[in-house]
């Protein structure tokens, strides 16, 4: 047990050194959070007066226990977001706008350290080529995040009976809770490329929190470092109804570096129906050690109609496994895209037959 709170410790210090914003593994089920630039822009079926929303939730570390709390303190992570588009209007041509909204929500250890945040977001969507769906994007947001730790639940070596922690004996220090608020700002560039047939392409590089807000307990702290994301994901067609989905993420935070590698391999059913597999690999780095093996993960997506769902599981192979077994993360991403514009059918309409026009002097069809 003392290897495991060790273990537990070291990762909790080691926090702000690897990183200080949420966690995915399924990046591709939160587009708006890894570049503002996504916002609004789907694939060419759901491409224009459409709207989508997703729920995500992910849990790590439940294996990891602590002599000072009552059983496991897992850290959760999750989000809401919704955004859509709209085209059409006398200035924009071929042009699409999308705005979006999304709430996040973080709780890590048994002081309850927790994030939340709410963020606006707004994409212009040049198009280059509207018959192969090509466009180039800037997107932007604009949010309000807290912290909060609840420092009642902190344990002190003072309060050591000789045999074991005890919660009764007083621990004399200052237990009040800590807030923070601040404001946050990020923006991004995507092109965007989707021809009727051949490879589709999405790649993009965001900076997130560029006006480097302050998240310290101090009263003096340092400011958030500008959290830099590349991505690059790809379908390509394989033959039949197989599609290969080859894709990579870069994250670089101060001298923190991530670098997610996956491949999915796609089975198309009919047009929204699909069964999907992947297999990702994650690897950590900073300023002591460039590269951490850190977890390897497997993924599945349904795909029915306008709903789909991912489930993703990681199995940690870091210098944490002793602590968690291998134990790493479950995740769960539901995406729902619709088009609330569209009229619905009328069963009961009979389109009316149109008869030609007849020329007045020669009694002939028009043309």
């Given at each position: 047990m003392k290897k495991k709170l060790l273990y537990y410790l070291l990762f909790i210090i080691s926090i702000p050194g690897f990183g200080q914003d949420f966690h995915w593994s399924q990046y591709q089920?939160?587009?708006?959070y890894i570049n503002p630039a996504n916002t609004g822009l789907f694939d060419s079926e759901h491409l224009r007066k459409t709207i989508r929303a997703t729920v995500n939730w992910r849990q790590q570390w439940r294996s990891i226990r602590s002599d000072y709390a009552a059983g496991a303190t897992p850290f959760s992570t999750y989000s809401f977001a919704l955004d859509g588009n709209f085209s059409k209007l006398p200035f924009m041509?071929?042009?699409v706008i999308g705005l979006g909204i999304a709430v996040y929500k973080d709780e890590a250890g048994d002081l309850n350290l927790s994030t939340n945040q709410m963020n606006l977001y707004f994409a212009y969507h040049k198009s280059i080529q509207q018959r192969e769906d090509r466009f180039i994007?800037?997107?932007?947001?604009?949010?309000?995040?807290n912290k909060f730790i609840d420092f009642s639940k902190a344990a002190y070596d003072n309060q050591w009976d000789g045999k074991s922690y005890n919660s009764a004996i007083q621990s004399g220090e200052n237990s009040?809770?800590?807030s923070k608020g601040y404001t946050d700002f990020s923006t991004g560039l995507s092109f965007y490329n989707a021809p009727q047939y051949g490879t589709k392409m999405r790649s993009g590089i965001a900076a997130l929190h560029l006006n480097r807000p302050s998240q310290s307990i101090n009263a003096v702290g340092t400011p958030m470092y500008i959290h830099w994301i590349i991505n690059h994901d790809m379908v390509i067609p394989a033959g039949g109804k197989w599609d290969i989905l080859p894709s990579i993420l870069l994250m670089k935070q101060g001298p923190a570096t991530e670098v997610v590698l996956f491949t999915g391999f796609r089975l198309d059913f009919t047009k929204n129906d699909y069964h999907q597999f992947g297999i990702g690999y994650r690897l950590l780095g900073n300023h002591k050690t460039p590269v951490n093996h850190d977890a390897f993960y497997l993924a599945y997506k349904l795909g029915v109609n306008k709903w789909s769902i991912g489930l993703s599981y990681d199995m940690n192979v870091s210098t944490l496994h002793d602590a968690t077994s291998t134990v790493g993360a479950f995740e769960i991403a539901l995406i729902y895209h619709d088009n609330p514009f569209k009229k619905p059918k009328n069963k009961h309409?009979?389109?009316?037959?149109k008869c030609p026009d007849v020329h007045p002097v020669k009694g002939k069809i028009s043309r």
């Open positions: 089920a939160t587009p708006l041509g071929d042009d994007s800037l997107g932007m947001n604009y949010g309000y995040a009040n809770n800590f309409h009979r389109p009316k037959n």
